[in-house]
């Protein structure tokens, strides 16, 4: 069974950086795709960005250029660097993982508790 566990979150003013990890555990397979989702408040979860096995990422518009996904193969751990905040940016980001094959048409069966994430203006 795969487990997820976020760290990092925190309180930052706008302009500000973060750093999420996600420890994972339990990946048994050689192919997947692992991600960052977040949900602000009265809003739909999103998708912020995905890595896959080979490195190949993918980003949110609203987030391309600020944010960097990464990880570390070794370790089974996922990173998220977040650079340039804005309040926009505050949500609870979450930690997902799939096994598959690039993660164009990933489906996430696997998810962290989440860790939030509050950017002041």
């Known amino acids: 069974q795969v487990q997820l566990a976020e760290s990092g979150g925190g309180s930052v003013q706008a302009g500000g950086s973060l750093r999420l990890s996600c420890a994972a555990s339990?990946?048994?397979?050689?192919?997947?795709?692992m991600a960052w989702f977040r949900q602000a408040p009265g809003k739909e979860r999103e998708g912020v960005a995905n890595?896959?096995?080979?490195?190949?990422?993918n980003y949110a518009h609203s987030v391309k250029g600020r944010f960097t996904i990464s990880q570390d193969n070794a370790k089974y751990t996922l990173y998220l660097q977040m650079n340039s905040l804005k309040p926009e940016d505050t949500a609870m980001y979450y930690c997902?993982?799939?096994?598959?094959?690039?993660?164009?048409?990933?489906?996430?069966?696997?998810w962290g508790q989440g860790t939030q994430v509050t950017v002041s203006s």
């Open positions: 890595i896959d096995k080979y490195g190949n990422t």
């Open positions: 997902a993982a799939a096994y598959a094959f690039g993660c164009r048409d990933a489906e996430f069966p696997y």
């Open positions: 339990g990946i048994t397979q050689f192919n997947y795709c």
